[in-house]
């Protein structure tokens, strides 16, 4: 990690020279960064990584030789670098870039949808922030090696009674899909439905679904406008123009998909999604903030314990990033703050610790 007063230096990788000198004339506008060196594909950045030691890698995915996926897992094992993904958004990448995500890369840039050079260089000043905060990132906190599998996910139990309206809501930003991938596979199949507020570029959020739905013994899907939140389901709120919120209708909680300016910088937001749950939810209800960037989700958890839901934030140790999950803390949104793998347990095990009402229409 940089010291305060030095410069983030960047290693570029990416096949295009195009590509390669617009990246690197943004970066020389910002003057916390600098450029130190560029490679063709893997195999050239390989070579690099120790004689040039980044702070951080930008990262193309498809190259040439060695791909940026097998690079990646060269690198993250043993010698983890903060690396932002720069890469396209076709579907076949995008499920590329999941793969990245789950081996440590600490962030997402979606190239324009036309690759057009002019494009990535509007976004360039975007890039630079999300560059500088990668910095900070601790890539590896989360082993892919160890994911959590339903075979391998014994020992937690759901309670013998649930309330029907009982809910679990979960928001997370910067290494937020290596936590997700990690936990996830621990709750069992007959579980509340879960929703979710993953902050993702839009065309990502549907390939990291269908990738949890071969790990998970739930359900998951990304959702849609107008979807029933059951039992045994996992939504995950679908990166792009909107937010997700529920609503409580006669058939139960409903996916609503709303227009609406960001939220700390971020559409989905979680805050948006938590301030919904506690809204409709009150007291049946468990949340959870892990790893990521910013402050989104602080105040709408706030809310959902304001209300009487459980909350829970994942803690600095076991964080990618210790930003979300600090914030919530900071301003007692979190009633207590725990490693990642006990979080699964810890919303289970509230709802035996939550009385229920007498009025059968809230349970």
Known sequence: MPTRDSKIRVLIVDDSAMIRRVIAMGIQQDDRLEVVGYATNGE????????????????DLEMPNMDGLTFMR????????PTVVISSTTNVNSRAT????????????????AGTTAGLASMMQDICVRIRQA?????????????????????????????????????????????????LPFFPAESPGIVICQHMPEGFTHSFATRLDTLCQMRVNEARDGDLVQKGQI??????????KIVRTQTGYRVQLVAGDPVCYSRP????????????????????????????????????????G???????????????????????????????????????????ATPVRSNPSLT
């Open 269 to 308: 937001s979680v805050d948006v999604l938590f301030e919904s749950v506690a809204k409709e939810a009150g007291r049946y209800c468990s949340a959870a903030i892990l790893t990521g960037m910013g402050r989104d989700g602080a105040q709408g958890m706030l809310r959902i314990r304001q209300n009487g």
């Open 310 to 352: 459980r909350t829970f934030a994942q803690n600095e140790k076991t964080c990618v990033v210790y930003g979300m999950p600090q914030a919530a803390a900071q301003v007692g949104a979190a009633e207590s703050i725990l490693p990642l793998d006990s979080i699964p347990k810890a919303m289970i095990e509230a709802i035996s």
């Open 235 to 244: 939504l995950i709120a679908p990166g792009g123009e909107k937010h997700m």
């Open 98 to 113: 999941i793969q990245a995500m789950e081996a440590g890369a600490v962030d997402i840039i979606a190239k324009p949808s």
């Open 74 to 81: 060269t690198y993250m094992r043993q010698n983890p670098v």
């Open 135 to 183: 910095a900070s990132a601790k890539p590896g906190t989360t082993r892919p090696s160890v994911l959590v599998t339903p075979s391998t996910s014994s020992g937690i139990q759901l309670p013998n009674r649930i309330p029907h309206s009982w809910i679990f809501a979960l928001g997370s930003s910067t290494g937020g899909i290596q936590a997700l991938t990690r936990i």
């Open 44 to 59: 050239q950045a390989r070579d690099m990584l120790d004689r040039l030691r980044p702070d951080v890698i930008t990262l």
